[in-house]
C-alpha cells in the first residue's frame, strides 16, 4: 500500500517579500510580513516570484507566530515541478 501524506491548504496568507536576495541553496528565507502565515512544526509550501520564468515552490516552517524566518525543509526547494533558483 502507498504512503500518504496530509496536506493542509489554506490561502489565506497576505502577501509578501523577501527581505534579502537568496542563492539556490538557501536553507531559510527571511520575509517582510507574516500576517496570515502558518506557524508550527507542519510544513506548508510558498512561491517564490509567482507567475515569471523563475516562479519556485518551496516547502517550509516557520516556528513561532511572529517569527520572519522560513526555514526550508530537506529536498524543499523547487518542488512541484519547479527548480531551485536565486531570488531578490
Known sequence: ????????????????TIS????AS?????IAG???WPSGSAPFYVVLD???ASEEKVLVTRTG???TTLNVQASGRGVDGTT???HS
Not at 1 to 16: I, K, L, W
Open 65 to 67: 507566530a511572529t517569527d
Open 1 to 16: 500500500m502507498p504512503g500518504f501524506t496530509r496536506r493542509v491548504y489554506a490561502g489565506g496568507a497576505a502577501a509578501t
Open 34 to 36: 507574516y500576517t496570515g
Open 50 to 52: 509567482p507567475g515569471t
Open 84 to 86: 531551485a533558483v536565486s
Open 20 to 23: 534579502a536576495t537568496i542563492n
Open 26 to 30: 538557501a536553507t531559510s528565507i527571511t
